[in-house]
């Protein structure tokens, strides 16, 4: 197989781009940085079948480039992951719009921009996958994350509608959506809500959940052909709720919030 996996310089991105290249694909590994380099453990273009590619996921520029580059050195492409993302988020007045238009530019049209580079090359080749990280966030929706939770909902539903869309050409999509794993993800994190960027740190921390976890989930529902994958347990308990009894979700959504207002006196 033939992959391009976006943020792959570090936490889940790394993760797929390794797991993909150990079982032989050859994959494209782009991001804004190189990879790290560890003993024993080549990555980039020492390796055989693992290359690293700068791109940002803003610029057009970058994707056309991605997009020659595979066509040049492969002839097309069987599997882009969009999975570059930011962490962001805060009660309603605390996360200002500068905030909301920087996550959406990179969270959503990034995954925007990188679909509309290959969809035309997956077409003409009748086949090819496209997978779209987007976050339990997208399916279940917790106060105090309203810009977080409104990207990654859009994330879902863009990679529902593409999946329709493509699926006459031979062409599939998925949505990942993870509960919180451990990653550096909250690196990312910007606004003026410190007091929930703490909270969001200590769930990442605490997690028991790895990034290899996830990766090793995604690739399995990747392979058999899933268009939602919610790839951990803790995730597919919590939206399992949600679809199962919406009054005792509501109720614990709103505890939560009750949680934060103490926090807040």
Request: glycine share 10%.
């Amino acid at each position: 197989m033939r992959a391009l996996v976006t943020g792959a310089s570090s936490g889940l991105g790394l993760a797929l781009a390794r797991r993909l290249a150990a079982r032989g694909d050859q994959v494209l590994g782009t991001d804004l940085v190189e990879p790290p380099v560890e003993p024993g453990r080549p990555v980039g273009p020492a390796a055989t079948n693992l290359t690293h590619h700068r791109l940002d996921v803003r610029s057009e520029d970058d994707w056309e480039g991605a997009r020659t580059w595979v066509e040049d050195a492969w002839g097309g492409l069987d599997l882009l992951v969009n999975n570059a993302g930011v962490a962001g988020g805060g009660r309603i007045e605390l996360c200002s719009l500068e905030e909301w238009s920087w996550i959406f530019d990179v969270n959503l049209f990034g995954v925007v921009r990188g679909t509309r580079a290959f969809v035309p090359m997956m077409k003409a080749q009748g086949s090819g996958r496209i997978v779209n990280i987007a976050s339990l966030a997208g399916l279940v929706h917790p106060p105090g994350m309203g810009s977080y939770n409104a990207v990654k909902a859009a994330v879902v539903a863009f990679s529902e509608t593409t999946a329709h869309e493509l699926a006459p050409y031979g062409v599939g999509c998925s949505a990942v959506c993870p509960s919180y794993f451990r990653t550096n993800l909250m690196d990312s994190m910007r606004g003026g809500d410190t007091d929930l960027a703490a909270h969001m740190a200590h769930l990442v921390e605490k997690s028991s959940i790895s990034a290899d976890d996830i990766a090793a989930a995604v690739v399995d529902g990747v392979d058999r052909g899933h268009e939602l994958i919610i790839p951990d347990e803790p995730a597919r308990a919590a939206y399992a709720l949600k679809l199962a009894d919406r009054e005792a979700y509501d109720a614990q959504m709103r505890a939560t919030a009750a949680r934060v207002k103490e926090r807040d006196t």
